[in-house]
């Protein structure tokens, strides 16, 4: 009876003695953890006050250039809309 008692004495020192060292392996893991989620939420703010930022003047250049680049379609010639329209036969004479 007691070698057994002295067996599970050694088997709960072994087992108390790894829960100690999962226990400041866990804390360890926790903390990098936690420095990694702060470091990831400040670039992920970061890059959306730049994508924000780039937007903004994204949007604006664009808008600039839509209100440049759309033809006015009352100014254009006569004949211009590349022959799809049928002329007129000349009156013969």
């Known amino acids: 009876m007691d070698r057994l008692n002295a067996k599970l004495y050694l088997q709960n020192c072994y087992i108390m003695k790894e829960n ?3 226990r400041k392996k866990a804390l360890l893991l926790n903390q990098e953890n936690q420095a990694l989620l702060t470091e990831l ?3 992920l ?6 994508t924000n930022s780039a937007k903004a003047n994204g949007n604006a250049a664009a808008a600039a250039g ?3 680049s759309i033809p006015d379609l009352n100014a254009a010639a006569p004949g211009a ?3 799809h329209e049928k002329k007129a036969a000349p009156k013969p004479k």
């Open 20 to 22: 100690e060292r999962l």
């Open 41 to 43: 939420k400040q670039r």
């Open 45 to 50: 703010a970061k890059t959306a006050a730049n």
């Open 66 to 68: 839509n209100r440049a």
């Open 81 to 83: 809309h590349g022959g």
